[in-house]
């Protein structure tokens, strides 16, 4: 059934277009955006107030199918994507088994089109079993459906292999995504190396094991010619080398999630894993820096890291709880309360944070609302109140610091492929 989303205010940044219009989907793709469309039978949604934006992508999560279907899988991830006003994801290898072969990259592939609320895009593994040694089957996996290679959760920390992986990843124009942290430096590490680290008597993973191996890639992108991208950047100093190698002209990207614009180490509840994840909260300085490259464009996209624990895991001491939060429901309303509202940046360049700018990096063929494009397509407002129950979420994991906030903005509908997969 043809869709028509009436009277919103849409925003396409792909087509630099800012007006009230109608936005028209049949057969799964857009059909047109203009005042007064109206099809046959088409389901209405009124969009009166809302902002009508491209179908959201997160250019990375955390599914956790294969192997940790207790903690999420993939049809709970996509149905919390869904209702984050996300539409596409993108899937880390660090499953069980790792995704670093066809074989997974497939099943990853059937599983999504059978289960998923979303699009879901798998990234496969740089090395066999992240392990960090061999290279994986890359080739294979891209032909399987791979749109990148990443060992995230893990660095890559040879730099031999790494500058191999980056050969390769160009060879099959596939950009490569790095986990920045030098291992020896943050060895031990539970929160950011600091006055807070310092006073509660937990040890630190310093700013530094990002920044040298943000350098350290930044070289031997530089090498290789490789499409480059740092995940999860969390550095005032990573930043600046980031901003610096753009500058150059090397094809680097860099991506940020809503925890690290949002939070400090000041403002972590005392041993609350909730708090826990990597790269750690860091110190004001660092946020700021995070802020203003996201307003400047330095940091194409706004990630959420979603990284479902059950509570069996996250409810040990703060020491031996796995790192990372969900993020998926709370990513878009974190963006708006944080970085909108206050002026930090302006609506536009955050949906471009949202679309045009992991589209950017990932090359999905998505993240606009031009005639022919897929049908998808996030609707949100900035006025609606509501507060986010963790234990409401359609994530099988609880794991996050924002229960029970109460937010003033978040995501109205979800449209994917020309279907309404979510509305609020
Ligand atoms: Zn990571």
């Not at 179908?55 to 999420?72: C, K, N, S, T």
């Not at 509660?200 to 890639?217: C, K, N, Q, T, Y």
């Not at 949202?354 to 949100?380: H, K, N």
């Not at 986010?388 to 995501?411: C, E, L």
Request: charged residues 20%; hydrophobic residues 40%; proline residues 6%.
């Amino acid at each position: 059934m043809p869709i028509v989303i009436k009277n919103g205010r849409v925003i396409d940044p792909a087509s630099s277009s800012d007006r009230v219009a109608d936005v028209l989907i049949v057969d799964g793709r857009i059909a047109g955006v203009a005042p007064n469309l109206s099809s046959p039978k088409a389901e209405v949604f009124d969009a009166t107030g809302m902002i009508v934006a491209p179908g959201f992508i997160d250019m990375h999560v955390h599914l956790r199918e294969p192997g940790f279907e207790h903690a999420e899988n993939i049809e709970s991830g996509s149905r919390a994507a869904a209702a984050g006003g996300f539409t596409s994801v993108c899937c880390m290898p660090n499953t069980k088994p790792v995704n670093d072969s066809a074989t997974v990259t497939s099943y990853i592939v059937q599983q999504a089109r059978a289960k998923a609320a979303v699009n879901v895009f798998p990234i496969g593994a740089i090395t066999k079993g992240s392990a960090g040694e061999e290279l994986s089957a890359i080739g294979a996996m891209k032909s399987a459906g791979a749109v990148a290679i990443s060992d995230d959760g893990l660095p890559v920390m040879n730099a031999r292999v790494m500058r191999r992986a980056m050969e390769f990843a160009r060879s099959y124009d596939l950009p490569i995504i790095q986990h920045c942290e030098d291992l020896n430096l943050s060895a031990g590490g539970d929160m950011h190396e600091g006055a807070q680290s310092v006073r509660w008597g937990l040890r630190g993973i310093p700013a530094a094991s990002e920044d040298v191996m943000v350098a350290r890639d930044l070289v031997l992108a530089q090498l290789t010619g490789a499409r480059y991208h740092v995940a999860h950047i969390s550095t005032r100093n990573a930043v600046a080398m980031v901003e610096y190698a753009r500058r150059q002209g090397l094809p680097v990207t860099c991506e940020t999630t809503p925890h690290h614009f949002t939070l400090t180490d000041q403002e972590m509840a005392p041993y609350d894993s909730n708090y826990k994840m990597k790269p750690p909260l860091r110190a004001s300085c660092h946020r700021d820096a995070i802020v203003s490259a996201l307003a400047s464009g330095t940091i194409a996209a706004i990630a959420t890291d979603h990284a479902p624990h059950p509570g069996s895991e996250k409810m040990q001491e703060f020491e031996r709880c796995p790192f990372g939060i969900i993020g998926l429901e709370t990513a878009l309303a974190l963006a708006l309360e944080e970085l909108v509202a206050p002026g930090r940046i302006t609506l536009t360049r955050m949906v471009e944070a949202f679309t045009t700018g992991p589209e950017s990096v990932m090359r999905l063929g998505r993240g606009t609302l031009a005639p022919g494009a897929p049908g998808d397509v996030t609707v949100f407002s900035t006025e609606v109140d509501w507060t986010y129950d963790v234990n409401q979420s359609f994530s099988r994991s609880r794991n996050s610091p924002f229960h029970q906030r109460r937010f003033k903005g978040g995501p109205m509908a979800t449209v994917v492929d020309g279907e309404f997969r979510w509305k609020r």
